[in-house]
C-alpha cells in the first residue's frame, strides 16, 4: 500500500522567511495530493492540493510542487507570520480524495 | 464554518464506562472516517464508512465499533473505556474529490 514520509517532524523559522515541508510517497499511482494545517484544539484543514497532472500550485503565500518522476512533493510558506504556526501535514492518495494516506506531521514554528 | 460537526469536545469518563462519539455532517458526503491523533501529532485511521451501512475497520486495531445508519451520522462507540483509549478522535468526510474536511475533534480522558 502507499506510505508518505514528511520531513522535518518540526520546523522554526524566522518571521518573514519561508518555510519548506516535503513529502515522498511511495505509490507511482498515487494522483492527489492535499495539505492540512492543522491548529491548536482544532482538527486538520485543508490549505491547498495538487493532483497528478499539474507540476505547481499557488495561492497567495503558500505553493505547492509536485515531482512525479521522484514521487516527492513540498509546501512552500513565503513571509511567515506567527499564524501560519501550527501543524502541518501532506496526504496521498490514487483514490482521488477518497483514501488518504497521511505524513506524520510537522510542527512549524515561527519565531517574532 | 466547519460543516461536521463532533461532540463532545471534552470527555472525562471512568474506566469501564460506555461511551459514544457523536460526528455528523450537512455536506452529504458518502465517505466518513474516524481518526486517532496520538500526542506525537500522527493520524491513525481507525474506521470509514464508504455508505450507509458500509463501514470497514482502518489501519489501527481498535476496540471500538462505528455504525452508519444515516448519511450524515458516524458515531464511534467504547463499549467498555480503558485509560489507553485516551486520545484525540477526529471524525472527517469527503465528496472524493475535495480532501477530507474535518471536525474539531474529541478529546478523550480515561481515569
Given at each position: 500500500g502507499e506510505n508518505v514520509e514528511q520531513h522535518p517532524s518540526t520546523l522554526s523559522v524566522q518571521e518573514g522567511d519561508s518555510a519548506v515541508i516535503k513529502c515522498t510517497y511511495?505509490?507511482?499511482?498515487?494522483?492527489y495530493f492535499p495539505w492540512y494545517k492543522q491548529e491548536l484544539g482544532k482538527g486538520p484543514q485543508l490549505i491547498i492540493d495538487i493532483r497528478s497532472n499539474v507540476g505547481e500550485k499557488k495561492d497567495q503565500r503558500i505553493a505547492v510542487t509536485l515531482n512525479k518522476t521522484a514521487k516527492h512533493f513540498s509546501l512552500h510558506i513565503t513571509?511567515?507570520?506567527?499564524?501560519?504556526s501550527a501543524v502541518y501535514f501532506c496526504a496521498a492518495s490514487h483514490e482521488g480524495a477518497q483514501k488518504l494516506v497521511f505524513g506524520q506531521g510537522t510542527r512549524l514554528t515561527i519565531n517574532p | 464554518e466547519a460543516d461536521i460537526y463532533q461532540t463532545p469536545r471534552y470527555l472525562v469518563i471512568g474506566t469501564g464506562k460506555k461511551i459514544t462519539l457523536e460526528c455528523s455532517q450537512t455536506?452529504?458526503?458518502d465517505k466518513m472516517y474516524w481518526y486517532q491523533q496520538d500526542p506525537g501529532m500522527e493520524l491513525h485511521l481507525i474506521h470509514y464508512s464508504y455508505g450507509v451501512n458500509s463501514t470497514e475497520k482502518g489501519d489501527l486495531s481498535s476496540e471500538s465499533t462505528v455504525s452508519r445508519i444515516r448519511t450524515e451520522h458516524f458515531p464511534l462507540t467504547l463499549e467498555s473505556a480503558r485509560p489507553s483509549h485516551t486520545s484525540q478522535y477526529l471524525c472527517a468526510s469527503t465528496d472524493s474529490y475535495y480532501g477530507y474536511t474535518f471536525g474539531s475533534g474529541t478529546r478523550l480522558t480515561v481515569v
Open positions: 511511495s505509490d507511482s499511482a498515487s494522483n513571509e511567515t507570520q506567527p499564524e501560519d | 455536506m452529504g458526503h
